[in-house]
């Protein structure tokens, strides 16, 4: 890692941001979704693709510190991070890891300028937790797959060109009957439901899609039919690594703005921080973040390495978006009635930190991985 050249672009991201997203978010809130334009700007100054080679339009840049930076700018700037790292971390990876030079020349360029928006859709309105319970099918009928079904909560779901979908295929051999299509916007039998309404996070467009007898054409499988899951597999760490960024740049965010808060705030002639209680509450939530921040970044030195186990990226994105939600909770409390205000920092960030044990693996799946990896 080269910290001049990270630094550079930390700032890169943070004007860019206080440019093009800060003046917007209020709007962008409002409408349940981020504009298209701020998508396109995003493309032209780069921050786009940052893994993905130049030669498809990227940045380059396979050190995660990269990806990892902009998560925290995006965070600062109280940007809605999850639609930027779906498009960013997740999808793109899928197709510059796994599809065919015609997949990366037909949607990298478009995915890094920002002109294309992608989503990933595995939840379904009957399981999310257990992705072996698909109920959309893909059945091969010539060049085309004919889809059906539906997906519940997808991020980008309004927005998106590209959805990166989980579907179900005839078993390769058992337990691997799941293949992932890229479904693109305009296909016949393609419906969108309406953005859902969420408590945090509300400039994302979270929403339902349904598939009628939608013709994909075979050309859009990524690698090869029933190898999702092994492909989910290698895709996990990263996704999860994303989230566990999310959730140490929000507990850092918000710890110091709760710092600030109790050294002015008064009760009973004396600053709230000033009370036994509160100070030890802050000493021990300073010491937990400080321990997430060596944690986060030995995991992205993993990842770099390409050492970073299934287990190991369930385990820091349970223990991170834990400690997210617990950070949340006490700097709220300590804020009185002014963190329960909506569009207070401290209320955003507790609503928005609320999600983050639920999706990418929800806390319980964490822990099941994990125990498995002990022979429980
Ligand atoms: C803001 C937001 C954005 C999202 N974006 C996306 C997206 O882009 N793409 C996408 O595909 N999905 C997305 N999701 C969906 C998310 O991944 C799912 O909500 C998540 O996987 C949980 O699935 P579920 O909601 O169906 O919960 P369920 O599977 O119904 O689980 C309900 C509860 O039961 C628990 N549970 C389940 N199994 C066990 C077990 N074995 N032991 C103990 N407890 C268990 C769960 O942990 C959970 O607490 C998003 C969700 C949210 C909230």
Redesign the pocket.
């Known amino acids: 890692m080269q910290t001049n050249q990270l630094e550079q672009f930390r700032q890169q991201c943070r004007d860019f941001l206080a440019r093009e997203a800060t003046p917007y978010i209020a709007q962008w809130e409002a409408a349940g979704l981020v504009s298209r334009e701020f998508w396109r700007h995003a493309g032209e100054a780069g921050l786009l693709g940052i893994g993905v080679e130049a030669a498809y339009g990227g940045g380059a840049k396979p050190d995660y510190h990269y990806a990892n930076v902009l998560t925290e700018e995006l965070i600062k700037a109280q940007m809605t991070a999850?639609v930027v790292i779906?498009h960013n971390d997740v999808i793109a990876s899928y197709i510059s890891t796994h599809g065919t030079e015609e997949q990366k020349q037909r949607w990298l360029p478009g995915l890094c300028r920002g002109e294309l928006i992608a989503?990933?859709?595995?939840?379904e309105a009957n399981?999310?937790?257990n992705s072996a319970e698909l109920e959309t099918t893909a059945v091969k009928e010539g060049e085309y797959y004919r889809v059906n079904g539906n997906?519940r909560?997808?991020?980008n779901g309004i927005n998106a060109d590209l959805i990166l979908t989980a579907v179900k295929t005839p078993e390769v051999q058992r337990g691997q009957g799941m293949s992932l299509l890229i479904i693109e916007r305009g296909l016949p039998g393609f419906t969108r439901g309406e953005a859902l309404e969420?408590i945090g996070?509300r400039a994302?467009d979270?929403a339902s899609l349904f598939f009628d007898d939608c013709l994909v054409p075979c050309k859009n499988l990524i690698g090869h039919e029933g190898l999702g899951n092994l492909y989910f597999m290698g895709g996990m760490p990263r996704e999860r690594l994303s989230i566990s960024g999310v959730a140490v740049a929000t507990a850092e965010l918000m710890l110091a703005t709760t710092l600030e808060w109790v050294k002015k705030r008064k009760a009973f002639g004396q600053t709230i921080g000033s009370f036994q209680h509160n100070r030890f509450v802050l000493a021990e939530l300073d010491t937990e973040v400080k321990i997430a921040r060596l944690y986060l970044n030995d995991t992205i030195n993993k990842f770099n390495e390409k050492t970073l186990s299934v287990v190991d990226a369930a385990r820091i994105k349970l223990w991170s978006t834990e400690l997210q939600i617990k950070v949340a909770d006490r700097c709220l409390q300590l804020h009185g009635g002014a963190g329960y205000l909506s569009d207070s920092l401290i209320g955003r960030c507790w609503a928005n930190s609320r999600?983050q044990t639920?999706?990418?693996?929800?806390?319980?799946?964490m822990k099941?991985f994990i125990s498995k990896s002990m022979g429980l």
Request: aromatic fraction near 10%; glycine fraction near 14%; charged fraction near 15%.
């Open positions: 999850p779906s989503a990933i859709a595995v939840t399981g999310g937790s997906k909560f997808i991020t969420k996070w994302s979270t999600a639920i999706y990418g693996g929800t806390s319980e799946v099941e």
